[in-house]
């Protein structure tokens, strides 16, 4: 998302890019947002409150958005001796802001199975399981809008899925492996 050819690269500093370019930037910001929900979620499940651990996966986004947006906007739209324009930045915020609300589905499964009567460790396994719904459904998703059809969509959404079950066995390493 950072290469300059994607990201508010459109014909004109207002940050007016294709549909289908902002499109493709709000599924990757998707995408990225739910597999570090999930890296967060495998990493503090263990040691967090549920609670602790809601709030530490939606500030770790945010940062994660403010961040990859500060470095996008610097380093593929300032040149010349010139800064980004506002419309530019307000455009580029918004086309990345799915990184930071990938991580609500997740959190808001960490409430509900807390309110029955999940424990804070049982609870975020329930969150790495909808990670992995998501991820799989992203992966779908991306390679039907890039036209991919039979064996190359099944593999992008495998992949895709891959990455949630990496972290659902990297929480249970750390479960039993109390670093």
């Known amino acids: 998302m950072t290469d300059g050819t994607e990201?508010?690269?459109g014909s004109s500093e207002t940050g007016t890019g294709s549909a289908s370019t902002s499109r493709g930037r709000r599924r990757a910001a998707s995408i990225y947002g739910t597999?570090?929900?999930a890296a967060v979620i495998a990493a503090g499940g263990n040691q967090l409150t549920s609670a602790q651990l809601a709030v530490t996966?939606?500030?770790t986004l945010i940062v994660y958005w403010l961040a990859e947006q500060y470095a996008e906007l610097l380093g593929a739209h300032t040149h010349d001796g010139r800064l980004p324009s506002a419309g530019l930045i307000r455009s580029s915020l918004a086309e990345a802001w799915p990184m930071v609300t990938a991580s609500f589905l997740p959190v808001a499964s960490i409430g509900l199975a807390v309110l029955f009567g999940a424990s804070s460790s049982d609870a975020a396994?329930?969150?790495l399981i909808v990670t992995v719904v998501l991820l799989v459904m992203h992966g779908n998703s991306a390679g039907r809008a890039a036209g991919l059809r039979g064996s190359q969509r099944i593999f992008?959404?495998?992949i895709a899925g891959?990455?949630?079950?990496a972290m659902v066995i990297l929480k249970s390493f750390l479960q039993h492996h109390h670093y």
Do not use: C, K, M, R
């Open 7 to 9: 990201a508010g690269s």
């Open 156 to 158: 992008v959404t495998v």
């Open 162 to 165: 891959l990455l949630g079950v």
């Open 57 to 59: 996966v939606v500030v």
């Open 35 to 37: 597999i570090v929900t």
């Open 125 to 127: 396994q329930a969150a």
